[in-house]
């Protein structure tokens, strides 16, 4: 198998781990924005692993692309237009998944308050209850 036709089957790899970046992504956000965050951990640690898979491929596939570029007198166009596309649609697949991560954040601060304005309202019902417990026993 030719270098090139190799380095097609990484990119094609690449790009469809990077597919299941976003839907990873796009489950956390669903899952941060519903009533309950159970299983939001397994399903953060397993996109963190894909994200170091996907870290690993990229620097493969540009460690090759160099390699291609420098041992060749003539790249011809064909691979250099999908040494492109590659480098536009990862870019194009991270932006949309940097949106989804801004809004699952969102997502998570917004409920961080909520718990917090739980607590605190718990808090005060406990200090409350135990007046009451206080006040009877007298």
């Known amino acids: 198998m030719r ?3 190799l380095i097609l089957i990484k990119i094609m790899k690449h790009l469809d781990y990077l597919d299941c970046l976003e839907i990873s992504t796009r489950k956390i956000l669903k899952l941060s924005l519903s009533e309950g ?9 397993n996109r963190e ?9 990229q620097m ?4 090759d692309i160099k390699e291609i570029m420098r ?15 590659w480098g536009s649609d990862t870019h194009l697949i991270i932006e ?9 954040s969102h997502a998570l ?3 961080r308050v909520e718990l917090q304005k739980g607590l605190i309202h718990l808090h005060k019902e406990k200090k ?7 006040s009877t026993v007298k």
């Open 49 to 57: 692993r894909l994200i170091n898979i996907i870290k690993s491929h």
């Open 128 to 134: 409350l209850v135990e007046k009451y417990s206080l």
């Open 96 to 104: 949309r998944i940097k949106l989804l991560e801004e809004n699952v």
């Open 71 to 85: 041992n060749r007198d003539v790249v011809d166009n064909e691979l250099k237009d999908i040494f492109k596309a």
């Open 109 to 111: 601060e917004n409920k």
């Open 3 to 5: 270098m090139g036709d």
């Open 37 to 45: 965050i159970d299983g939001l951990e397994c399903l953060t640690e």
């Open 60 to 63: 493969t596939i540009s460690s």
